[in-house]
C-alpha cells in the first residue's frame, strides 16, 4: 500500500504504555434511530433502502481465550479470561512506523465514508482509533490484547494492541500491511453498523435468542463488517493507494481468520453451529464483493442466504 507521506488521522488516541487492569466485551427487523446506510458514491449501482441486522464488538477473537464475542455485545460484566500468553511486543521502532501507517489507513477510511455519508445529506461522525499496550479499559469493559482488535459502540471506539499485527504475520499467516489495512476497515465497519441504528436493535432483541440463533446473526454482521472492509479497499484503489498484491494479502488474511480456518488450527477440528465471523469462503466472498462493486448498498449479508 503506498501509505507513506501521507496525512495521518488526528482521531488517533496513544494509550501506548499505560497500564490498564482487570477484564471486563441477529435477527432484529429494521432500525431502531440512527442513520439510514449510505448507497451512493464511487461505483454506486443502487443500494438498499434499510438495514437488516445486529453488531457485534469484537472484530477477531482468539478461541483460546475461551470467550464467546456475544457476551461481550453490551459491555456487561462479564470477564474475558487470558489466553495465557503475553503478546510479543515490537521494538519501539517498528511500533512508531506502525502507529504511522494506523493513522494514515484510519485517513483515508475517514475520507470514504465523510464522502458516502455526505452523499446522502448527513455528517460521519468519525471513529477514535485507540492504541494500547496489553490491556485497555473501554465503555464496554477492559480486554487485554488476547481479544484482538475490536469495536466499542459504547464510546465509538475501535482498540487495537499493534502487537497483534506480529500475530497476524508470525502465527496466522497473513503478512503484508494491506492485511493490517483490512483489519482495520473491518472495524471501522462496525462503526458505520452502529452509526445506522442496529446495535440499539440487538440489545432489545438479543434477550430472545438462543445462543445459536445469535451466533448466526453474528456472522451476518461479521460478514457485513467484511463487506465494508471491501469497499474501501476498491475506495484506496481509485486514490491509487494499491500495490501490486495487495487484495490477495486482504484476501489471504480473510481466509486465514475465518472461524472453521481458526478452529480447525486451534482445536482440530469445526464446530459450525459456533461460527460467529463466518467461514473463510464467506468473509472472503464479502469481502471481494465489495471491491468489486465499491457501494456500500452492495453489502446486505441480512437478506436470503450469505
Same mark, same amino acid.
Given at each position: 500500500?503506498?501509505w507513506?507521506?501521507?496525512?495521518r488521522?488526528?482521531?488517533?488516541?496513544?494509550?501506548?504504555?499505560?497500564?490498564?487492569?482487570?477484564?471486563?466485551?441477529?435477527?432484529?427487523l429494521?432500525r431502531? &434511530?440512527g442513520?439510514?446506510?449510505?448507497?451512493?458514491?464511487?461505483?454506486s449501482?443502487?443500494?438498499?433502502?434499510?438495514?437488516?441486522?445486529?453488531?457485534?464488538?469484537l472484530?477477531? #477473537?482468539?478461541?483460546a481465550? &475461551?470467550q464467546?464475542?456475544?457476551?461481550m455485545?453490551?459491555g456487561?460484566? %462479564?470477564?474475558?479470561?487470558?489466553?495465557?500468553?503475553?503478546?510479543r511486543?515490537?521494538p519501539?521502532?517498528g511500533q512508531?512506523?506502525?502507529?504511522? *501507517?494506523?493513522?494514515?489507513?484510519?485517513?483515508?477510511?475517514?475520507?470514504?465514508?465523510?464522502?458516502?455519508?455526505?452523499?446522502i445529506?448527513?455528517?460521519?461522525?468519525?471513529?477514535?482509533?485507540?492504541? *494500547?499496550?496489553d490491556a485497555?479499559?473501554?465503555?464496554c &469493559?477492559?480486554?487485554d490484547s488476547?481479544?484482538?482488535p475490536?469495536?466499542?459502540?459504547g464510546?465509538?471506539?475501535?482498540?487495537?494492541d499493534?502487537?497483534?499485527?506480529?500475530?497476524?504475520?508470525?502465527?496466522?499467516?497473513?503478512?503484508?500491511?494491506f492485511?493490517?489495512?483490512?483489519?482495520?476497515?473491518?472495524?471501522?465497519?462496525?462503526? #458505520?453498523?452502529?452509526?445506522?441504528?442496529?446495535?440499539?436493535?440487538f440489545?432489545r432483541?438479543r434477550?430472545?435468542? &438462543?445462543?445459536?440463533?445469535?451466533?448466526?446473526?453474528?456472522?451476518?454482521?461479521?460478514?457485513q463488517?467484511?463487506?465494508?472492509a471491501?469497499?474501501?479497499?476498491?475506495y484506496?484503489?481509485?486514490e491509487?493507494?494499491?500495490?501490486?498484491?495487495?487484495?490477495?494479502?486482504?484476501?489471504?488474511?480473510?481466509? $486465514?481468520?475465518?472461524?472453521?480456518?481458526?478452529?480447525?488450527?486451534?482445536?482440530?477440528?469445526?464446530?459450525?453451529?459456533?461460527?460467529?465471523? %463466518?467461514?473463510?469462503?464467506?468473509? $472472503?466472498?464479502?469481502?471481494?464483493?465489495?471491491y468489486?462493486s465499491?457501494?456500500?448498498?452492495?453489502?446486505?449479508? *441480512?437478506?436470503?442466504?450469505?
Open positions: 500500500m503506498k507513506r507521506g501521507r496525512e488521522s488526528s482521531n488517533i488516541e496513544d494509550r501506548r504504555g499505560r497500564r490498564s487492569g482487570g477484564l471486563g466485551g441477529l435477527g432484529g429494521g431502531s &434511530g442513520i439510514r446506510i449510505p448507497t451512493g458514491g464511487r461505483g449501482r443502487g443500494g438498499i433502502s434499510g438495514l437488516i441486522g445486529i453488531v457485534v464488538v472484530g477477531i #477473537i482468539w478461541f481465550t &475461551g464467546n464475542p456475544l457476551d455485545l453490551t456487561g460484566s %462479564g470477564s474475558v479470561p487470558s489466553a495465557g500468553a503475553t503478546s511486543q515490537l519501539a521502532e512508531d512506523e506502525l502507529a504511522d *501507517f494506523v493513522g494514515v489507513v484510519v485517513k483515508e477510511t475517514e475520507d470514504l465514508w465523510n464522502e458516502q455519508f455526505a452523499a445529506g448527513e455528517d460521519f461522525p468519525e471513529p477514535v482509533v485507540v492504541l *494500547f499496550t485497555v479499559n473501554t465503555a &469493559g477492559a480486554a488476547s481479544v484482538g475490536f469495536y466499542c459502540p464510546d465509538s471506539k475501535v482498540y487495537i499493534l502487537s497483534f499485527y506480529d500475530q497476524l504475520h508470525r502465527q496466522f499467516g497473513a503478512p503484508g500491511d492485511a493490517q489495512a483490512y483489519v482495520l476497515a473491518h472495524e471501522v465497519g462496525h462503526h #458505520i453498523q452502529n452509526l445506522t441504528g442496529v446495535l440499539p436493535e440489545n432483541v434477550q430472545s435468542m &438462543g445462543q445459536e440463533e445469535a451466533n448466526a446473526w453474528s456472522v451476518r454482521v461479521e460478514l463488517a467484511d463487506c465494508y471491501g469497499v474501501w479497499a476498491n484506496a484503489g481509485q491509487n493507494l494499491l500495490d501490486s498484491g495487495d487484495i490477495e494479502e486482504a484476501l489471504n488474511a480473510a481466509n $486465514q481468520i475465518g472461524d472453521d480456518t481458526l478452529q480447525r488450527r486451534m482445536q482440530g477440528f469445526a464446530v459450525p453451529k459456533t461460527f460467529n465471523h %463466518g467461514t473463510s469462503a464467506q468473509r $472472503q466472498e464479502w469481502f471481494a464483493r465489495g468489486q465499491g457501494n456500500p448498498g452492495d453489502c446486505d449479508t *441480512f437478506s436470503g442466504n450469505v
